[in-house]
């Protein structure tokens, strides 16, 4: 039996033998079409033809009226729901399934707290643009470290890459609101049609000046806190992944990290069992070894045992006692990809320590210093000045040189 949409078909063939008086017969070939629909409440109408395209037709306009009464309770059904309900149906049958819940539970949270008393059917482009408008405002804050810890508001606002995250992820929920579970907009996906916030170029925050000698001094006799900013800085890895290392991931005769991207959301790509083997510098060495327990038998599971975002709490009141402004935690996998850049490593190199994904993606993370290609430059200068090619050429070599720099 072949299925068609809600209509379910099957051909039927035998054969008849008509007998006459004299004696004679005659075979024939009858064919018949059933046809039959399982309507709303699992009630079946079934129907039979002798014309194919007359069974086609009746079934069609069949399903017509099933839909069309479907589509009015739809309506009905989106009258009668929230948002909040619709979002926290979605959390809780969905994100199961899903490769970093976190991300889902962080996008959801200000879409309650801002537009979660309206029903899905009223919601419309113009409550999510004023949405929009008003999250780009808002301070950006930092959840709580510990079970009943408050979070906390940070001195900046809240970035327009999150917000289009938060956009696309609505837009996907209200998809699978209509798609999946029966509820009908008749203008569609509000979400849909309403303008992004360009990310721009991105973050080009780094270190600067004595930054790092007066966030390490704020850190004071916080070993953690000191210990992962070395870290985070020598090695690019994100904080999730920095979260992740255990003793075991740690090569120190062959001076190498494998970082893993194995707890929900640690990975930014989102794969299970990301991996990826980074070089140690002397710097990383003496920072893990002084995180090390006394006892060998201790040198098991995780190297950072406090919750991921108490970490983050710890850096903020840190950077706050050092007077530096404007400087995330994630800045510092910013600096770290710049310096490998300062270092001479090519762009195919850089990514495989960085664990980027595309060359777009790593551009964003490169400022290189105009100190540092003013002494590029200079080394250049030297390098061509004792051969005999002409004073044209010589700068050519230059010029390009620094464009792949400025480039990468």
Known sequence: MLACSMAYYKKREWETITEYANGRSKKAREVRHDFRIVLPGGRRLTKTFK???????????????????????????????????????????????????????????????????????????EDIGAYRDERLLQKRRRGGGRAGQPSVELDRTVQPSTVKKELAFLARVIDVATKRWGYRLPFGNPARGVERPSEGS?????LVND?????????????????????????????????AIEWRDIDYERKTLLLRGEDAGASKTGQANTRRTVPLSPRAVDAFKALEPKREKDRVGKVFHIDVESISQAFERARKRAHIKNLTLHDLRHE??????????????????TGHKTLDMLRRYTQLRAEQIGMRMETLVAQTAGTSAPLEIQLAAIREELALLRKN
């Open 51 to 125: 014309n194919l395209d007359a069974g086609r037709r009746w079934a069609a306009e069949q399903e017509r009226l099933v839909e069309m009464g479907a589509y009015v309770v739809g309506i009905e059904q989106a009258k009668d729901v929230t948002l909040r309900q619709i979002l926290e149906r979605f959390l809780e049958e969905d994100e199961s399934k899903r490769k970093s819940p976190t991300h889902a539970s962080s996008c959801a949270a200000p879409l309650i707290a801002q537009l979660g008393g309206i029903p899905l059917a009223r919601l419309t482009p």
């Open 202 to 206: 991105g973050r080009d925050r780094r």
């Open 211 to 243: 930054e790092e000698e007066r966030l390490l001094a704020a850190a004071g006799s916080n070993l953690v806190l000191s210990s992962a900013i070395v870290l985070l800085i020598e090695t690019a890895a994100r904080r999730g992944e920095l979260w």
């Open 336 to 353: 770290a990809t710049s310096r490998l850049f300062e270092l001479g490593l090519n762009m195919m190199e850089v990514s495989t320590i």
